[in-house]
């Protein structure tokens, strides 16, 4: 029996998932279909208790619903827990087990994909809303020599400071609060490239030759990409890499066998020019 899986959120118009997870299918021989579903702005659990009803075996989650998703989980797992949000799930019977592969997929996108290791080195992190709370564990676990949070919203960023230096050494704090400290990764984890908006990063943040990672995908050059390609970054990415990554994790998740990513990511790419 084919196996079921979907994608929950709101707007779906321009998804790649079911794409990306159709390839994961054939790729590894698994039975399964995977479909996008559209919910609206009330009707999370509504949508995800009809799936599951009609035998679904697992979602991922994407806006505006990761916080939904986080209350009708039954169980949370770390990641997840930490993060306040969640993109995956996956069933067993009433079980609803949650998991955020988020930030776990950057990392991998970083590390194994861009070459760019992340143990000892100095982590700067943009913004303090769901994609940085998500990004926060898996980092530290690498155990950077530093990981800075540097948000315009100041409280909030401290808030994250508080919730995670436990877990290692991160400091947080505003975009004029760090002097001229040089990363050698800066990931740019706000909204603005959304907008086609350059955050307040200071231009010193980025060390020669770093690595400039912007969260957002298919926009080509944006402001940040473009100010960290003009102050000397080494090499620019976009968050392709970390979709398809994400999705991967899930995939073995739920199917027990991961896919490669390299191909799709190629595939997908845009040129940042």
């Known amino acids: 029996m084919t196996d079921r899986y979907a994608l929950i959120g709101m707007p779906l118009g321009h998804t790649k998932s079911p794409l990306i997870h159709g390839e994961f299918a054939r790729q590894t021989g698994q039975d399964l279909t995977y479909e996008a579903i559209e919910a609206p702005a009330d009707g999370f659990a509504t949508a995800v208790d009809r799936f599951r009803a009609a035998g679904g075996r697992g979602i991922n989650v994407t806006l505006p619903f990761k916080i939904e998703a986080f209350a009708y989980a039954t169980e949370l797992l770390e990641r997840a827990r930490l993060a306040g949000a969640v993109n995956c799930m996956k069933f067993d019977g009433d079980r609803a087990i949650a998991e955020n592969f988020d930030g776990l997929g950057l990392v991998n996108d970083i590390q194994l994909n861009l070459g760019c290791a992340m143990r000892?080195?100095?982590?700067?992190?943009?913004?303090?809303?769901?994609?940085?709370?998500g990004a926060l564990l898996p980092f530290l676990e690498q155990e950077p020599e530093a990981l800075v949070v540097m948000n315009r919203t100041v409280p909030k960023a401290r808030a994250l400071g508080a919730q995670f230096s436990a877990y290692g050494n991160l400091t947080t704090g505003g975009y004029s609060d760090f002097g001229e400290r040089r990363f050698d990764i800066v990931v740019n984890a706000t909204s603005a490239s959304l907008r086609g908006e350059l955050p307040p990063v200071p231009r010193a943040v980025f060390?020669?030759?770093?690595?400039?990672?912007?969260?957002?995908?298919?926009?080509?050059?944006?402001?940040?990409?473009?100010?960290?390609?003009?102050?000397g970054a080494g090499r620019i990415a976009d968050g392709i890499g970390m979709?398809?990554?994400?999705?991967?994790?899930?995939?073995?998740?739920?199917?027990?066998?991961?896919?490669?990513?390299?191909?799709?990511?190629?595939?997908?790419?845009?040129?940042?020019?």
């Open 207 to 231: 060390a020669e030759g770093c690595l400039a990672y912007d969260l957002v995908y298919g926009k080509g050059l944006t402001p940040f990409l473009r100010l960290a390609r003009d102050a």
């Open 120 to 133: 000892g080195g100095r982590v700067l992190l943009l913004g303090a809303g769901g994609a940085a709370r």
């Open 243 to 273: 979709l398809v990554e994400q999705a991967a994790e899930a995939f073995a998740w739920w199917r027990g066998v991961r896919p490669a990513t390299q191909p799709l990511i190629e595939r997908l790419s845009v040129p940042l020019t």
